[in-house]
Every structure is written in C-alpha cells, then in structure tokens.
C-alpha cells in the first residue's frame, strides 16, 4: 500500500507565501511522475503542477507557473510546491499526486493524497 503524506496547507494573508510538501512512502518500485492539484469549491479537481522523475514539469496555466514553482526529489520521493504572491481565488484544497509502480501492480497507478486546505485571506 502506498501512502501519500501532506504538510504545509494552512491560512495565509494576501500576498503571502507557503510551501506544501508531499512525501510518499510504502512498497514502492518506482516514480514515475508527482505532484499537486487543487479543487475549488463546487468545482472539479483540477491541475496545478507536476514534474517527472526526469525533470520535466507541467503548469496549469501562465499565472500558476508565474506564482508557483514546484520541484521533487525523487531519491526520497517527495515533491514540494512554493507558492507566492498568494490570492484569495488560490484558496482550495490542494491534493499530493502521484504516479507509482507498487506491489502487487505491474503497471503504473494513480495515487491522491488526502488533501490539504490552503486559504488566503484578504
């Protein structure tokens, strides 16, 4: 079974910064890609950002990538998300993903952290 372990979701001012960090643990194989999505209230989960065990990373639109830096190390299985210059409309629940080869599965599987509240106020 693999876990995936959320930290630094919480209440930030306007124009404030956090970090959210993830880490996964349990009988993993091999990571194939982690990182973070979000979901509004009323709305669909959506994307933020993901990088790939090489390196390569994906931004849900210009302004996130703007704002947002995401980064992982996969030595130790973990991916983090530096936010900036934070928005009351950036308030949501932000979700760990990640993409992992675990027993007994050969094939690559889709797992979700259990989700950390972000809210910025103004």
Do not use: H
Not at 6 to 32: D, P, T, W
Not at 75 to 101: F, G, H, W
Request: aromatic share 12%; glycine share 10%; hydrophobic share 35%.
């Amino acid at each position: 079974q693999v876990q995936l372990v959320e930290s630094g979701g919480g209440l930030v001012q306007a124009g404030g910064s956090l970090r959210l960090s993830c880490a996964a643990s349990g009988s993993i194989f091999s990571v194939n890609v982690m990182g973070w999505y979000r979901q509004f209230p009323g709305k669909q989960r959506e994307l933020v950002a993901t990088i790939s065990e090489t390196g390569t990373t994906n931004y849900a639109d210009s302004v996130v990538k703007g704002r947002f830096t995401i980064s992982g190390d996969y030595a130790k299985n973990t991916v983090d998300l530096q936010m900036i210059s934070l928005r009351p409309e950036d308030t949501a629940v932000y979700y760990c993903y990640a993409v992992i080869q675990s027993r007994p599965y050969t094939a690559f599987v889709a797992y979700w952290g259990p989700g950390t509240q972000v809210t910025v106020s103004s």
